[in-house]
């Protein structure tokens, strides 16, 4: 499985390249609402987060106006889904989860998305527009099937079509750097599809700065719903009557699924903050870095821990020491995947 694969043309004005690429757009650090072109496995275990990112077959072409000035278009003809485990989520013994469900390949279904790009000495910053499918995506209830005495359901991961405008930007101050990075993301339809987030504005705020030859990251992440509807729990039936169960048992299926689609999108409340900071700190003459990342959301009480320490054995050999904890309270996202996700982690990479 080879992670790119790609040939082009490459010149002092423009740059096309066809074949399977990662394309990482924004300039924050791990939060990116901007970077909506390659999907993610997200339960591929490394030591490297980055190793997580997947490739997907597309034509990029980039203009340069000048050396710091650039317009990058990309076309993607095939929708590639990211990788999730929504087994974790507990749904039940009577609930199976069938294959992504795959866009036909039409014209329509296609993606394009631009990037105008600035990359200046006081600052550089960037703006950019995606249509499309996003591969980041919720699932939706195919069947509920009453026919064995017992409500058996069906679900299918399911892709939603967007479309995001974008701004980041990355400014110097001295001995920080203040990034930024926004995006709002149109959907239609999501009043009656639960696997279609509605419309959101995604941002980030971020500094970075260096103290006694530590890098120092602090972010915070936030998302506003503008046309948020809180979800109503259906009301349990007076009386004892068969048809009245079943329909109750039907609009709490609709309601439980509905809310596990909002803890995918982080949508559950009309906004949500999260804080994540970032400790790097190379010692030994650089043969050691050690890094502590964490991370919390506001929200949803999810809490991450990220411990790592590298060793440079030599020139073309490190191992990786580390581990990830996670947490959360009843029914948030963390508290259904920290099973799989938490642990510890050692790597060994040779480079040639």
């Not at 990116?32 to 987060?49: G, Q, R, V």
């Not at 900071?277 to 003459?285: A, M, V």
């Amino acid at each position: 499985q080879p992670k790119e694969l790609f040939a082009g043309i490459s010149s002092k004005k423009i740059d096309v390249l066809f074949g399977y690429q990662i394309v990482n757009w924004g300039r924050t650090d791990g939060f990116n609402p901007t970077n909506n072109i390659s999907p993610n496995d997200y339960f591929f275990l490394s030591a490297e987060p980055d190793d997580q990112k997947e490739s997907n077959l597309l034509l990029r072409l980039k203009y340069k106006f000048t050396s710091n000035i650039d317009l990058e278009c990309i076309t993607i003809p095939f929708y590639t889904p990211s990788n999730y485990r929504f087994d974790l989520f507990e749904l039940g013994d009577n609930v199976r989860f069938k294959s992504t469900m795959i866009p036909e390949l039409k014209l329509k279904n296609g993606t394009f998305a631009a990037r105008l790009n600035f990359e200046l000495p006081v600052a550089g910053w960037s703006l950019s527009y995606f249509n499309g499918f996003d591969p980041f995506h919720g699932y939706n209830v195919e069947t509920m099937d009453w026919s064995g005495g017992q409500l058996q359901l069906t679900n299918t991961p399911t892709p939603y079509r967007k479309s995001t405008l974008g701004l980041d930007a990355a400014i110097p101050a001295g001995n920080f750097i203040f990034r930024t990075e926004a995006a709002y993301n149109k959907t239609k339809n999501y009043e009656h599809k639960m696997y279609i987030p509605a419309p959101d504005i995604s941002y980030v705020l971020a500094a970075e700065t260096q103290i006694a030859g530590a890098t120092i990251i602090g972010q915070y992440i936030g998302k506003f719903i503008p046309d948020f509807k809180a979800l109503v729990i259906p009301s349990t039936p007076s009386c004892p009557d068969p048809i009245a169960q079943m329909q109750y048992a039907s609009l709490m299926v609709e309601y439980e699924n509905n809310y596990m689609n909002r803890l995918i999108f982080q949508q559950q409340k009309k906004s949500n903050h999260a804080f994540s900071f970032s400790l790097i700190k190379s010692f030994g003459y650089d043969v050691f870095e050690a890094e502590l990342s964490a991370y919390y959301n506001l929200t949803s009480s999810d809490l991450m821990i990220r411990p790592k320490l590298v060793w440079k054995i030599g020139d073309a050999v490190s191992t990786t020491f580390g581990g990830v904890y996670m947490n959360g309270k009843n029914k948030s996202l963390f508290t259904y995947t920290s099973d799989v996700l938490s642990g510890a982690f050692v790597q060994l990479k040779v480079s040639f």
